[in-house]
């Protein structure tokens, strides 16, 4: 994820995002094809660090750090149990199960499947037009990420040495956030 976000720091550091209907559609590409990476990327570490927060951070005590503050949370999901309990159930407590049967969507399609209907029969279908990531080439990142690195690494001036610093502590930041403590060596 490291080299696809130099990457796009390079990409961006090289436009003018004021107006993006100025920038040619390569442009446009490279960056959204580095943004769904970095998307990607982000979101599985996320996940990840999440993951082993959980263990860290306990229901009402917010735990805070430099960027923000994060706290343990549940949400309630439910799923209908069995068919034939449920309306069982309802039965026992004098409701008629007429009252509570619909369309059940899996029914529909294989009545679609085995009919002259069409979808546009029984659905409301709105399209949407989107853009998604189609392909990457990752020889020309590869290349690219090579040379900023090189560049990176010959050049011998404060500003490279405070981003070198600074990748150094995002790495200790990110080992820090993904190394297991218990909660109460967090507080």
């Known amino acids: 994820m490291y080299s696809y976000i130099l990457l796009l720091i390079d990409s961006l550091?090289?436009?003018?995002?004021?107006?993006?209907?100025?920038?040619d559609t390569d442009a446009l590409v490279n960056l959204y094809t580095l943004l769904s990476d970095v998307q990607r990327g982000?979101?599985?570490?996320?996940?990840?660090?999440?993951?082993t927060l959980?263990?860290?951070?306990?229901h009402d005590q917010p735990v805070h750090a430099q960027y923000g503050s994060v706290q343990r949370t549940s949400r309630r999901s439910k799923s209908l149990k069995d068919?034939?309990?449920?309306?069982?159930?309802?039965?026992?407590?004098?409701?008629?199960?007429?009252?509570?049967?619909?369309?059940?969507?899996?029914?529909?399609?294989?009545?679609?499947?085995?009919?002259?209907?069409?979808?546009?029969?029984?659905y409301d279908i709105e399209?949407?037009?989107?853009?998604?990531k189609a392909d990457v080439n990752e020889d020309?990142?590869?290349t690219r990420l090579q040379g900023l690195k090189d560049r990176l690494a010959a050049?011998?001036?404060?500003?490279?040495?405070?981003?070198?610093?600074?990748?150094?502590d995002l790495e200790?930041?990110?080992?820090?956030?993904?190394?297991?403590r218990t909660g109460s060596e967090v507080q």
Not at 42 to 51: C, E, G, Q, S, T
Not at 86 to 108: F, M, N, T, W
């Open 13 to 23: 550091e090289r436009r003018d995002l004021t107006n993006l209907t100025e920038l």
């Open 42 to 51: 982000a979101n599985d570490l996320r996940k990840d660090i999440a993951d």
């Open 54 to 58: 959980l263990d860290r951070v306990h």
């Open 83 to 122: 068919d034939t309990e449920v309306l069982a159930a309802l039965e026992d407590a004098g409701i008629d199960q007429d009252r509570v049967l619909g369309v059940d969507p899996d029914k529909v399609e294989d009545a679609l499947d085995v009919t002259d209907l069409h979808e546009q029969d029984v």
């Open 127 to 132: 399209e949407r037009a989107y853009v998604r």
């Open 140 to 142: 020309v990142k590869e």
């Open 155 to 168: 050049t011998e001036s404060e500003e490279a040495d405070v981003l070198r610093s600074e990748i150094e």
């Open 172 to 180: 200790d930041r990110i080992d820090e956030l993904t190394s297991f």
